[in-house]
């Protein structure tokens, strides 16, 4: 599976984007995905996972209430849609899929990874 991430940018305190993450390849395998960010000098840490029913999703504390993951499966496409941003969000985004069908939270689990999108938001 290849994944391309885009819809990062600079933006303003208390404004929005929407990353999307589109997949190709062996897209007739069931896989749950999720998003991932790391800030410079930081350690890539967890923002958002959904499952492949779309049944279930799962946030990090920071971004819960402002963030929301979604999916459609027939364009092979991964959203997020990111509101009320803070400088504290900026970082290189980055989409991730693993083979199943479960939310996982541990980066180590994702099986493949997009190249990254940078997201800054200016205070």
């Known amino acids: 599976v290849q994944l391309q991430a885009s819809g990062g940018g600079l933006v303003q305190a208390g404004g929005s984007l929407r990353l999307s993450c589109a997949a190709s390849g062996r897209t007739s395998v069931t896989y749950a995905m999720g998003w991932f960010r790391q800030a410079p000098g930081l350690e890539r840490e967890f923002v958002a996972a959904i499952s492949w029913s779309l049944g279930s999703t799962y946030y990090a504390d920071s971004v819960k209430g402002r963030f929301a993951i979604s999916r459609d499966n027939a364009k092979n496409t991964l959203y997020l849609q990111m509101n009320s941003l803070k400088p504290e969000d900026t970082a290189v985004y980055y989409c991730?899929?693993?083979?199943?069908?479960?939310?996982?939270?541990?980066?180590?689990?994702?099986?493949?990874w997009g190249q990254g999108t940078l997201v800054t938001v200016s205070s």
């Open positions: 991730a899929a693993r083979i199943g069908i479960g939310v996982v939270t541990r980066k180590g689990s994702y099986d493949y």
